[in-house]
Protein backbone atom coordinates (compact mmCIF):
# COMPACT_ATOMS: atom_id res chain seq x y z
CA UNK A 1 0.00 0.00 0.00
CA UNK A 2 1.03 3.64 -0.82
CA UNK A 3 3.48 4.86 2.12
CA UNK A 4 1.58 8.21 2.61
CA UNK A 5 -1.90 5.81 2.81
CA UNK A 6 -0.01 3.92 5.68
CA UNK A 7 0.65 6.74 8.22
CA UNK A 8 -2.40 8.26 7.61
CA UNK A 9 -4.83 8.61 10.92
CA UNK A 10 -7.10 6.38 8.95
CA UNK A 11 -5.23 3.35 8.19
CA UNK A 12 -2.07 3.89 10.64
CA UNK A 13 -3.49 2.17 13.44
CA UNK A 14 -4.46 -1.04 11.36
CA UNK A 15 -2.91 -4.32 10.60
CA UNK A 16 -2.15 -4.56 6.25
CA UNK A 17 -5.25 -6.69 6.05
CA UNK A 18 -7.57 -4.63 7.46
CA UNK A 19 -6.30 -1.62 6.17
CA UNK A 20 -6.56 -2.80 2.57
CA UNK A 21 -10.24 -3.89 3.10
CA UNK A 22 -10.89 -0.34 4.21
CA UNK A 23 -9.06 1.31 1.14
CA UNK A 24 -11.27 -1.11 -1.05
CA UNK A 25 -14.32 0.65 0.15
CA UNK A 26 -13.19 4.03 -0.36
CA UNK A 27 -13.13 5.86 -3.74
CA UNK A 28 -10.11 7.51 -5.63
CA UNK A 29 -10.72 10.62 -7.19
CA UNK A 30 -8.74 13.01 -9.17
CA UNK A 31 -8.37 16.77 -8.74
CA UNK A 32 -7.08 19.27 -11.57
CA UNK A 33 -5.65 22.08 -9.55
CA UNK A 34 -7.51 24.97 -8.69
CA UNK A 35 -10.83 22.82 -8.44
CA UNK A 36 -13.13 23.13 -5.14
CA UNK A 37 -13.47 19.46 -4.06
CA UNK A 38 -16.30 20.72 -1.45
CA UNK A 39 -17.56 24.34 -0.30
CA UNK A 40 -18.18 25.72 2.77
CA UNK A 41 -21.35 25.38 4.05
CA UNK A 42 -22.31 22.44 1.88
CA UNK A 43 -23.77 19.26 3.45
CA UNK A 44 -21.13 16.68 3.95
CA UNK A 45 -21.00 12.78 4.08
CA UNK A 46 -17.58 11.77 3.54
CA UNK A 47 -14.05 12.82 4.20
CA UNK A 48 -10.98 11.99 2.78
CA UNK A 49 -6.92 11.02 2.56
CA UNK A 50 -4.71 12.89 0.36
CA UNK A 51 -2.59 10.53 -1.72
CA UNK A 52 -1.08 13.07 -3.67
CA UNK A 53 -0.77 16.54 -4.29
CA UNK A 54 -1.96 19.80 -1.58
CA UNK A 55 -5.27 20.92 -0.97
CA UNK A 56 -5.80 24.21 1.02
CA UNK A 57 -8.86 24.97 3.36
CA UNK A 58 -10.26 28.35 3.14
CA UNK A 59 -13.03 30.21 4.34
CA UNK A 60 -14.33 33.59 3.31
CA UNK A 61 -16.35 36.41 4.98
CA UNK A 62 -18.75 38.12 4.08
CA UNK A 63 -17.48 40.72 2.45
CA UNK A 64 -16.08 38.03 0.28
CA UNK A 65 -12.44 38.26 2.06
CA UNK A 66 -10.45 35.43 2.11
CA UNK A 67 -8.84 33.58 4.75
CA UNK A 68 -6.85 29.52 4.69
CA UNK A 69 -7.05 27.33 8.05
CA UNK A 70 -4.27 25.04 6.62
CA UNK A 71 -2.67 23.75 3.61
CA UNK A 72 -2.47 19.51 3.90
CA UNK A 73 -0.20 17.07 2.00
CA UNK A 74 -0.07 13.62 1.69
CA UNK A 75 -1.72 11.05 4.28
CA UNK A 76 -3.53 14.13 6.02
CA UNK A 77 -7.16 13.81 6.32
CA UNK A 78 -10.26 16.22 5.99
CA UNK A 79 -14.01 16.31 5.86
CA UNK A 80 -14.04 14.58 9.10
CA UNK A 81 -15.70 17.60 11.16
CA UNK A 82 -19.07 16.91 9.32
CA UNK A 83 -19.03 13.54 10.23
CA UNK A 84 -18.19 13.72 13.93
CA UNK A 85 -20.28 17.35 14.46
CA UNK A 86 -23.19 16.66 11.69
CA UNK A 87 -23.56 20.11 9.91
CA UNK A 88 -22.49 22.04 7.24
CA UNK A 89 -18.73 21.99 6.05
CA UNK A 90 -16.94 24.27 8.18
CA UNK A 91 -14.33 25.42 5.25
CA UNK A 92 -14.04 25.32 1.27
CA UNK A 93 -11.20 21.92 -0.05
CA UNK A 94 -9.21 23.45 -3.02
CA UNK A 95 -6.79 21.55 -4.78
CA UNK A 96 -3.55 23.75 -4.97
CA UNK A 97 -1.70 21.25 -7.33
CA UNK A 98 -3.08 18.36 -9.30
CA UNK A 99 -5.00 16.20 -6.18
CA UNK A 100 -5.73 12.58 -5.96
CA UNK A 101 -8.07 11.54 -2.89
CA UNK A 102 -9.83 9.26 -1.87
CA UNK A 103 -12.97 9.45 0.02
CA UNK A 104 -15.46 7.72 2.09
CA UNK A 105 -18.90 8.01 2.99
CA UNK A 106 -19.23 8.40 6.66
CA UNK A 107 -21.71 5.69 6.28
CA UNK A 108 -19.57 3.47 5.64
CA UNK A 109 -16.68 5.07 8.11
CA UNK A 110 -19.24 4.17 10.98
CA UNK A 111 -18.94 0.96 10.99
CA UNK A 112 -14.82 1.11 11.27
CA UNK A 113 -15.43 3.38 14.10
CA UNK A 114 -17.48 1.28 15.83
CA UNK A 115 -15.77 -2.01 15.45
CA UNK A 116 -11.96 -0.91 15.53
CA UNK A 117 -11.85 1.77 18.18
CA UNK A 118 -8.43 2.17 17.10
CA UNK A 119 -9.39 3.81 14.12
CA UNK A 120 -11.80 6.12 16.37
CA UNK A 121 -8.70 6.79 18.58
CA UNK A 122 -6.27 7.38 15.88
CA UNK A 123 -8.68 9.63 13.65
CA UNK A 124 -9.55 11.83 17.73
CA UNK A 125 -5.32 12.19 18.21
CA UNK A 126 -5.63 13.41 14.19
CA UNK A 127 -8.50 16.40 15.69
CA UNK A 128 -6.49 17.01 18.98
CA UNK A 129 -3.39 17.54 16.86
CA UNK A 130 -5.32 20.19 14.51
CA UNK A 131 -6.87 21.33 17.91
CA UNK A 132 -3.71 22.10 19.16
CA UNK A 133 -1.95 23.89 16.48
CA UNK A 134 -5.30 25.78 15.54
CA UNK A 135 -4.60 26.75 19.58
CA UNK A 136 -1.12 27.93 18.32
CA UNK A 137 -2.03 30.19 15.35
CA UNK A 138 -4.77 31.67 17.58
CA UNK A 139 -2.15 32.61 20.17
CA UNK A 140 0.20 33.75 17.84
CA UNK A 141 -2.64 35.83 15.57
CA UNK A 142 -2.91 37.83 19.51
CA UNK A 143 1.28 37.30 21.05
CA UNK A 144 3.17 37.89 17.77
CA UNK A 145 3.43 40.54 15.02
CA UNK A 146 3.32 39.30 11.64
CA UNK A 147 6.78 38.52 10.54
CA UNK A 148 7.05 36.09 13.61
CA UNK A 149 4.16 34.60 12.12
CA UNK A 150 5.57 34.45 8.90
CA UNK A 151 8.94 32.76 10.16
CA UNK A 152 6.75 29.83 11.72
CA UNK A 153 4.92 29.70 8.62
CA UNK A 154 8.02 28.84 6.81
CA UNK A 155 8.76 26.52 9.46
CA UNK A 156 5.76 24.91 9.43
CA UNK A 157 5.83 24.30 5.50
CA UNK A 158 9.20 22.96 5.35
CA UNK A 159 8.68 20.95 8.43
CA UNK A 160 5.53 19.45 5.59
CA UNK A 161 6.72 19.74 2.36
CA UNK A 162 10.58 20.49 2.90
CA UNK A 163 13.63 18.90 1.10
CA UNK A 164 16.88 18.86 1.98
CA UNK A 165 19.22 20.52 -0.26
CA UNK A 166 22.83 21.57 -0.94
CA UNK A 167 21.77 25.00 0.37
CA UNK A 168 19.40 24.84 2.80
CA UNK A 169 15.97 22.96 2.62
CA UNK A 170 13.97 23.37 -0.54
CA UNK A 171 9.98 24.19 0.35
CA UNK A 172 8.11 23.27 -3.08
CA UNK A 173 5.02 24.84 -1.20
CA UNK A 174 3.05 25.78 -4.41
CA UNK A 175 1.39 28.89 -2.69
CA UNK A 176 1.09 32.15 -3.95
CA UNK A 177 2.26 35.17 -2.39
CA UNK A 178 -1.86 36.10 -1.67
CA UNK A 179 -1.66 32.70 -0.57
CA UNK A 180 1.30 33.02 1.98
CA UNK A 181 -0.37 35.93 3.58
CA UNK A 182 -4.05 34.47 3.58
CA UNK A 183 -2.60 31.18 5.65
CA UNK A 184 -0.38 34.18 7.67
CA UNK A 185 -3.70 36.46 8.60
CA UNK A 186 -1.82 39.08 7.25
CA UNK A 187 -1.81 41.75 4.40
CA UNK A 188 0.01 40.98 1.30
CA UNK A 189 1.88 43.94 1.49
CA UNK A 190 3.08 43.51 4.74
CA UNK A 191 3.66 39.43 4.45
CA UNK A 192 5.91 40.06 1.53
CA UNK A 193 8.00 42.85 3.61
CA UNK A 194 8.23 40.46 5.79
CA UNK A 195 9.68 37.88 3.38
CA UNK A 196 12.13 40.51 2.25
CA UNK A 197 13.54 41.16 5.79
CA UNK A 198 14.18 37.51 5.83
CA UNK A 199 15.62 37.58 1.75
CA UNK A 200 18.34 40.86 2.94
CA UNK A 201 19.26 38.67 6.36
CA UNK A 202 20.36 36.04 4.08
CA UNK A 203 17.92 33.59 6.17
CA UNK A 204 15.94 32.47 3.17
CA UNK A 205 15.90 32.60 -0.84
CA UNK A 206 12.16 33.23 -2.32
CA UNK A 207 11.15 31.90 -5.86
CA UNK A 208 8.12 31.59 -7.41
CA UNK A 209 5.58 29.16 -5.08
CA UNK A 210 8.95 27.88 -3.51
CA UNK A 211 11.53 29.47 -0.97
CA UNK A 212 14.75 27.92 0.11
CA UNK A 213 15.33 28.11 4.25
CA UNK A 214 19.01 28.93 4.81
CA UNK A 215 18.37 29.47 8.21
CA UNK A 216 16.55 27.50 10.10
CA UNK A 217 17.79 28.32 13.48
CA UNK A 218 17.50 32.36 12.76
CA UNK A 219 13.84 31.44 11.62
CA UNK A 220 13.10 29.58 14.91
CA UNK A 221 14.14 32.60 16.84
CA UNK A 222 12.33 35.17 15.49
CA UNK A 223 8.99 32.81 15.04
CA UNK A 224 9.16 32.47 19.16
P1 LIG B 1 -15.49 19.64 7.31
O1 LIG B 1 -16.10 20.67 8.20
O2 LIG B 1 -16.29 18.43 6.99
O3 LIG B 1 -15.07 20.36 5.94
C1 LIG B 1 -14.03 21.35 6.02
C2 LIG B 1 -12.81 20.69 6.58
O4 LIG B 1 -11.71 21.54 6.81
C3 LIG B 1 -13.11 20.17 8.00
O5 LIG B 1 -14.09 19.16 7.93
C4 LIG B 1 -11.72 19.78 8.42
O6 LIG B 1 -11.31 18.58 7.85
C5 LIG B 1 -10.91 20.92 7.80
N1 LIG B 1 -10.60 21.96 8.83
C6 LIG B 1 -11.48 22.77 9.43
N2 LIG B 1 -10.85 23.57 10.31
C7 LIG B 1 -9.53 23.25 10.26
C8 LIG B 1 -8.36 23.72 10.91
N3 LIG B 1 -8.41 24.69 11.82
N4 LIG B 1 -7.16 23.15 10.61
C9 LIG B 1 -7.11 22.17 9.66
N5 LIG B 1 -8.18 21.70 9.01
C10 LIG B 1 -9.37 22.21 9.30
Given at each position: ?8 PL???L???A??AL??SM ?17 GDRM ?29 V?GELSLFDP ?16 GLGHDNLRPWLAGRPEVAESLL ?100
Amino acid sequence: MDDALMHAPLFSALDAEAATALRASMVESRVPRGDVIFAEGEPGDRMYVILDGKVKLGQTSVDGRESLLAVLGPGEVFGELSLFDPGPRTATATAVTDVVVIGLGHDNLRPWLAGRPEVAESLLQALAQRLRRTNETLADLVFSDVPGRVAKLLLELADKFGQPGPEGVLVHHDLTQEELAQLVGASRETVNKALADFTQRGWIVVDQREVILLDMERLARRAR
